[in-house]
């Protein structure tokens, strides 16, 4: 019933939990699974560090290691899919927006569903500014699973 | 993957297409679909109603037709489940306010998975307090399909 599902993942419990659900689903279906994991950029981190960061190189390692981390849970949830039996699976890093850059890309890729965890991605923020899985299923164009 | 599943089902557009998602996932399954319609008691609405009902008997009328109708919705998801071959599939009503409702239905029955709409269940208010599916995946204790 559904072709293309999006699973978003950051590596919190929530999306491990939702990495599951989505893995199962796709067997399921026999969907194409996307794997994908969303990172800040320094830019956005900027005005929060620009007190404490001192001498360091103007962002370029933080952006480095963000992004390493980023493609290490994206190769994390592509393993995990494949390795429990889902044949096609992609796995993809983009920085930006966590809510707004995970429907977007859904929408991009003509997924039609995408699959979050119900926490993650900064709790602080979620408490303050509503979760990202809140913020997805209230833009995204397709069906939301929140797991 | 699912074994049961409920579907909240207000006769909205947004429960229409759940609806369909909902069917189409429980027959994949082979899961029991249980459709639930909640409808609001006459003493929530006591308030905003006193004022213009004039002479009526105290909200038996209003509750009697409130109650009537949410069979009526209920009773078409049931035979919507069933017309698309889903085997198991039950259809209750519950007075109470949605997103709570919902969820304690779905937990008091064992739900594994809860499939609601992104809209419906009053526009004003959703504008105003959240949509009903934000206040469902919130306070879950497992997947909801926001569809």
């Known amino acids: 019933m559904f072709e293309r599902i999006l699973i978003a993942y950051d590596g919190s419990h929530g999306a491990e939990r939702a990495l599951v659900k989505a893995t199962e689903l796709a ?14 950029h320094h830019s956005m981190l900027e005005a929060s560090l620009s007190m404490v960061r001192g001498s360091m190189e103007p962002g370029s390692n933080l952006d480095e290691s963000m992004r390493a981390a980023a493609r290490e849970a994206a190769n ?3 393993s995990h899919a494949k390795d429990h039996g889902v044949e096609q699976v992609s796995a993809f890093i983009k920085a930006g927006q966590p809510a707004r850059t995970i429907v977007g890309f859904a929408h991009e890729k003509n ?7 119900s926490r993650g991605m900064g709790a602080t923020e979620s408490y303050l500014l509503g979760s990202v899985s809140h913020k997805v299923t209230g833009i995204a164009d397709c069906p939301v699973l929140v797991v």
Chains 1, 2 share one sequence.
Do not use: F, S
Request: one cysteine or more; aromatic letters at 8%.
């Open 27 to 40: 067997k399921l279906c026999g969907a194409q699974l996307i794997a994908l994991t969303v990172y800040r």
């Open 76 to 78: 994390y949830a592509k």
């Open 111 to 117: 997924c039609d569903l995408i699959v979050v965890g």
